[in-house]
């Protein structure tokens, strides 16, 4: 496994300082040239968004849980400035709120999983939540020292932030106790929660990147790099995190073990943000260069039969027995793959295609409604999720039996789930 990275593209004129990708899988960019630039996914510029009297330092799009809702004023995202601000302007640029947050530069700013309220931390060193119409709902912390980075555990009813040496995790509850523990000899610059497998990555000064649980015990830690670590993120699955670092993106596993590393030249890696479906990664450059990263080269083994991801729409499947090799090719990015029972199931960005693995020319092929997010086979059916429909159950034929549904379910928590099938573990599946 490996991140493929574009060749560094630039159209802001100063530091790129934060970078998020929408429902639509767009990248939107902003930098001290005070511009917000939109790009598509395949790494080409889409034009300037706006231009405001603002240098901005953070940004973030309001978490949607399906595409069809994104009507009625909620396709908006926030940014952080230096004056002390946050605005809240929409897809198209337009200002709809602009709110005097802290004393000092707005450093970080983050919406909760549900979208009902935006967390901000500044540089005073005061940590604050808001309202999803820009209204002051408390001040969750005051700190001595400017907090950096601050974001949402899973059930939006906690914030991990950053201050100093220390990262702090506090609840919304003011009655609760918060933990606090001093995480690296340098000041943290960045910190990531994932909603899925619950551990925290974080990167500081000391040039070290480290994984957390949400009790603060250590899990694993980086060898120094060479310069401070400025950015992290998890992927939506939780099972990839994205290190950045002077002129150097590093791709790692959950537990922290590196697969690849790419050296570039963008100076400082100031944010990183992946797609909602977790193929493919951007990050904002102190050169104001944007980077693109594709992951590829996930190899899945069940038997006989070893599948590989060429590119992003080119599988490999070689049968190691017979020692032969198919090329599968996609007119569409390829999302999730799931190898197990003498069945591959392929899930791109608008169909499934479920292959016998006695017979790769003539796949059963479906329509899909939205991105899956998992995939999970047993011996006679397997399960397909998305933000738009939940939970389907499927034969191997491609027709379905049945759309379980709960009144509140969070389908992106089902998505840590790694269920036993009929005694046997999942047999290959990738996030």
């Not at 005073?124 to 209204?135: A, E, L, Q, T, Y």
């Not at 603060?216 to 939506?236: C, E, I, K, M, N």
């Amino acid at each position: 496994m490996r991140l493929k990275v574009k060749a560094a593209t630039s159209v802001h004129s100063e530091i790129a300082s934060a970078c998020g990708w929408s429902v639509w899988n767009e990248l939107f960019t902003c930098s001290d040239d005070q511009t917000i630039h939109k790009w598509n996914s395949i790494g080409e510029s889409e034009g300037k968004v706006c231009q405001l009297d603002a240098y901005f330092t953070d940004i973030h799009w309001y978490p949607l849980s399906s595409k069809k809702n994104q009507a009625g004023g909620t396709d908006v995202f926030a940014v952080g400035c230096t004056n002390g601000t946050f605005k809240i302007l929409s897809r198209t640029g337009r200002l709809e709120k602009n709110v005097e947050a802290h004393t000092g530069a707005c450093v970080a700013l983050r919406w909760s999983y549900d979208g009902t309220a935006l967390a901000t931390a500044g540089e005073d060193g005061s940590v604050k939540i808001w309202s999803r119409n820009g209204m002051l709902r408390s001040t969750l912390a005051q700190t001595d020292s400017p907090v950096y980075s601050v974001v949402w555990a899973a059930d939006s009813d906690q914030l991990c932030y950053s201050t100093g040496c220390n990262i702090v995790i506090n609840s919304v509850q003011s009655s609760s106790k918060q933990t606090s523990w001093k995480a690296h000899e340098g000041v943290v610059l960045k910190v990531d929660w994932s909603a899925i497998n619950h551990m925290i990555v974080s990167g500081g000064e000391d040039c070290k990147y480290k994984v957390w649980d949400s009790y603060g015990r250590l899990l694993y830690q980086s060898s120094p790099f060479d310069y401070s670590v400025t950015s992290v993120a998890w992927s939506p699955s939780g099972d990839l995190f994205a290190v950045g670092s002077f002129d150097t993106l590093q791709l790692c596993d959950s537990m922290g073990w590196a697969h690849s590393k790419s050296h570039l030249k963008c100076g400082s890696l100031l944010s990183i943000s992946w797609t909602p479906d977790g193929t493919q990664l951007a990050a904002a450059g102190g050169t104001g260069a944007i980077m693109h990263g594709q992951v590829v080269d996930i190899a899945l083994e069940d038997g006989r039969v070893r599948v590989n991801l060429e590119d992003s729409c080119k599988l490999l499947v070689q049968d190691i027995l017979s020692e032969t090799v198919d090329d599968l090719d996609f007119r569409d990015k390829v999302v999730k793959v799931s190898l197990g029972f003498n069945f591959l199931i392929v899930a791109t960005s608008t169909q499934c295609h479920i292959y016998s693995t006695s017979n790769w020319n003539t796949p059963h092929i479906f329509d899909l409604k939205d991105t899956v997010t998992l995939a999970l086979q047993c011996e006679r059916h397997f399960l397909l999720m998305d933000n738009a429909t939940g939970i389907q159950l499927f034969t191997y034929e491609g027709r379905q039996i049945c759309n379980p549904r709960s009144q509140g379910a969070c389908f992106w928590a089902v998505a840590a789930l790694r269920p036993a099938v009929h005694g046997q573990q999942q047999p290959g599946a990738w996030p």
